[in-house]
């Protein structure tokens, strides 16, 4: 049997790195991973980056074969148009997307939080994750705002996206890598992280975001210029997403091009996205995935 899913990215709101919860907004990036079941062992393929670690598509497709009681193998192929290492939830969106689509090709009837807590131990197996990223996954699999405690698995709040707005993001070339980080960084900050937390359960999503980036650009030494500069040009909010090293700016359609110059560096990729609030789903078949 052979299925498909797609999750979406999604964009930082607070880091949950320093405190163990967090809150992310879903972005229409999306991966798309089919699944085909048989053979033996599972061989994965990442079409736009083959030389890319494939552990946390075997961590989540084993898990849900061993959940199914299938001895057997899989070949799993990821399409993706969100930027990998960068801080915009690849991880997540391919783990939601691999499990889902495993599910549906064995026939097995997941819940919503079964898939997830399959995603996010997958992740933690592969050690692309420090605190399960929960809200990553949520906001990945759910779309819209998401207010989550990772170290419970709870969600505390969702909210829809305003689909009127705009997700200018500013990518570099580099690449950070979540397994490769060190948590001690940001110490120093989780006592204002909390503050920001408490602003994102209050509505104040821009704000949160807004200050969460600059906490965290200061504390991983990246620099909040960029991001002030995308204020400046009249986004409502703009920050570094994840540990970064990508920038997200939000804002309304009519400064988009403002928000675009003010952003654009050289070496670095821009991206225009949108807010996302569909659900990942999946269906029998392969992928209709095309990005041009």
């Given amino acids: 049997m052979k299925a498909t899913a797609r999750a979406h990215g999604a964009i930082t ?68 148009n969100i930027p990998i290492g960068k801080g915009l939830k690849s991880s997540s969106a391919a783990a939601n997307a691999i499990v889902l689509a495993t599910a549906r090709a064995a026939n097995l009837n997941l ?10 131990d997958a992740a933690i197996e592969a050690g692309v994750t420090i605190t399960g990223a929960y809200d990553d996954a949520c906001a990945s699999y759910y779309g819209g705002i998401v207010i989550t405690d990772n170290l419970r698995r709870q969600i505390v ?12 993001l500013l990518v570099p070339e580099f690449k950070s890598y979540t397994k490769f980080f060190d948590r001690n960084a940001l110490k120093p900050i989780a006592s204002f992280v909390e503050d920001v937390y408490r602003m994102s359960l209050n509505g104040e999503y821009w704000k949160a975001l807004t200050l969460n980036g600059i906490l965290h650009a200061v504390a991983l030494n990246y620099g909040a ?9 009249g986004a409502l909010a703009a920050g570094l997403s994840g540990t970064g090293p990508a920038i997200a700016a939000v804002c309304k359609e009519d400064v988009v091009n ?35």
Avoid at 25 to 52: F, H, Q, R, S
Avoid at 157 to 168: H, S
Avoid at 225 to 233: C, E, F, P, S
């Fill in 157 to 168: 709040k969702r909210d829809k996206a305003p689909e009127d707005l705009v997700v200018v």
């Fill in 111 to 120: 819940s919503d939080a079964e898939i997830l807590n399959i995603a996010v």
């Fill in 225 to 233: 210029k960029k991001a002030l500069d995308a204020i400046r040009a």
């Fill in 258 to 292: 403002d928000v675009v110059n003010a952003l654009s560096e050289k070496g670095c990729e821009i991206i225009i996205a949108k807010p996302n609030n569909k659900k990942a789903y999946s269906w029998v078949g392969g992928s209709f995935a095309g990005f041009g």
């Fill in 13 to 80: 709101i607070v880091n949950a790195i320093s405190i163990g919860k967090g809150a992310a907004m879903g972005i229409d990036l999306y991966t798309e991973a089919t699944v085909e079941i048989g053979g033996k062992g599972v061989e994965v393929m990442i079409k736009e980056n083959p030389d890319e670690d494939t552990s946390l598509a075997k961590a989540a497709v084993n898990r849900v074969l061993k959940l199914a009681q299938m001895d057997c193998g899989a070949y799993v192929e990821i399409t993706s």
